[in-house]
């Protein structure tokens, strides 16, 4: 039994099989525990031999049993070492965190420069009355300057925004009788052909400053200041008269170039010269609508493009990739 139980033991070449051989030899009804278990049954002269035969056996027996397990072991283990190896070395992906949209971003450094000028981010609704859109901005129903905004109307009186300049209105109503300088950003809407460089949904930046001494001259300095902050102090700056019912004078606010510095190129449309606002004193009617005494009172207001400002920025040349969802455009821009 010694014999074959050692040869079978040398055969075994992975622990289910030496485990088996543990089983038929020293398990509960192996054959070692089977012989042992017989002994009772021998003429009583034999049977001190015989146990100590048998226990030698098994004594000898699991000793080999061990030696071969640790064996086994370290040749398994060999080889699970290879065969599940990991490469740590290369390199993790990294999750996507998200990131603020361009258009964010941009508003987001607009709001900073104004605030070192004493401007305060104020919030007004994008479902507007017709009242506020136009009305009380100086455009009676059936005035022709509304056809100046291609108008998204919810029902007869209600409309969504065409423009940010309800915003001064509702600022001018809450903060009258006391001095105004707000900023109104937010989306605007216009029932519009959906351009390179127009969608039916976009910004503004309004602005609005009142007190008892304003002048042309604090919203050409405003301009100039923001122009100079947001794209370079070497920023000229140039005031065409325009018409807007709510402001009297208007003026169209452009500046030199970014890309060409005034040479003429594509973004400029080879005039030297990029639109960045329209603006102008704010109309008296505007001023009493708003509750402000005309003769007392003065103010300038502005409008800005922010995705016309980020075009401009970042030489991207068509307004539709802002709300393409392309995360190969977006990705381009600030990661948190
Ligand atoms: N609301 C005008 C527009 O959407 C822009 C504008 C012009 C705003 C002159 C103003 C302003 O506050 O004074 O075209």
Not at 17 to 31: C, I
Not at 70 to 85: G, K
Not at 175 to 192: A, D, F, L, S
Not at 262 to 277: L, M, N, Q
């Amino acid at each position: 039994m010694e014999q074959a139980a050692l040869s079978s033991l040398a055969a075994a070449t992975n622990s289910e099989e030496l485990e088996a051989w543990h089983q038929d030899y020293l398990g509960r009804k192996g054959k070692v525990t089977v012989f042992m278990r017989s002994i009772g049954s021998l003429p009583a002269e034999e049977r001190p031999q015989a146990g100590q035969a048998g226990n030698q056996l098994r004594l000898l027996l699991e000793e080999r049993h061990t030696a071969r397990q640790t064996e086994i072991r370290e040749v398994e283990l060999a080889r699970a070492l290879v065969e599940e190896t990991i490469d740590v070395t290369l390199p993790g992906r990294r999750p996507w965190t998200g990131g603020l949209h361009p258009i964010t971003l941009t508003l987001r450094r607009m709001y900073a420069i104004f605030a070192e000028m004493g401007f305060q981010v104020y919030r007004s609704r994008e479902v507007e009355s017709d009242l506020y859109n136009f009305e009380l901005l100086n455009m009676p129903p059936e005035h022709p300057a509304r056809d100046m905004w291609d108008t998204f109307y919810v029902s007869d009186s209600v409309v969504l925004r065409t423009h940010t300049s309800p915003g001064q209105m509702r600022a001018m109503r809450d903060y009258c009788p006391e001095p105004v300088r707000v900023i109104v950003p937010g989306k605007c809407y216009r029932y519009e052909q959906v351009t390179a460089r127009s969608e039916f949904m976009f910004h503004q930046v309004e602005g609005l400053a009142i007190g008892t001494d304003i002048t042309l001259a604090d919203l050409k300095g405003v301009m100039a200041t923001f122009a100079r902050r947001m794209f370079g102090p070497e920023r000229q700056m140039r005031f065409r008269a325009s018409y807007f019912p709510f402001t009297e004078p208007s003026v169209e606010v452009d500046m030199d170039c970014i890309i060409c510095g005034g040479e003429g190129c594509r973004v400029c449309k080879h005039t030297g010269w990029v639109e960045i606002a329209g603006a102008g004193m704010v109309h008296p009617t505007v001023l009493r609508n708003g509750g402000y005494d005309p003769e007392q009172f003065s103010g300038f207001a502005f409008g800005m493009g922010p995705e016309r400002i980020a075009m401009i920025l970042n030489d991207v040349d068509d307004i539709r990739y802002f709300y393409g969802n392309d995360l190969r455009f977006l990705r381009q821009f600030g990661n948190l």
